[in-house]
């Protein structure tokens, strides 16, 4: 399995021109919680959970298992995706399914705009790994302004 640092490397080759960073650092964090969202509205029989928070504590242990620091950032994260989709389903007109969906659609209609600008395929294309590396690689750089080794 490759480390923390190998994957931020990896994912970053592919992210260097201005315009696409700026981009991921709006549609990564709607691409997450909007699956979030879109999980979030599958509820289970055993009230109040939801398929979001199952799927949560595997994608957390993932981060963890790359680097705690990275884990906890993404459980903080995670956790605030959550209050929102609870807090959204609830004042929302609209089901919260249906505006995850059009969030989905609009960020990654950002996401392959980025990439044209960059000229460079999204790094998912050889990894799936890499829909999960790019958050971690968002979090990555807010630890580094806060001076936390990951």
Known sequence: MKNIHAWLSEYGESHQHPTNKWIHWVCVPVIFFSITALLYSIKLPWHPWNMAMIVLVGVVIYYLRLSVPIGLGMMIFSSICLLLC??????????????????????????????????????????LQFLLIGPAWLMHFIFKKWNIKI
Do not use: N, R
């Open 86 to 127: 609870h807090w959204m389903e609830s004042i929302c007109p609209f089901p919260l399914w249906a505006t995850a969906l059009v969030l989905f659609v609009a960020a990654w209609i950002g996401q392959f705009y980025g990439h044209s600008v960059e000229g460079k395929k999204p790094s998912f294309l050889k990894d």
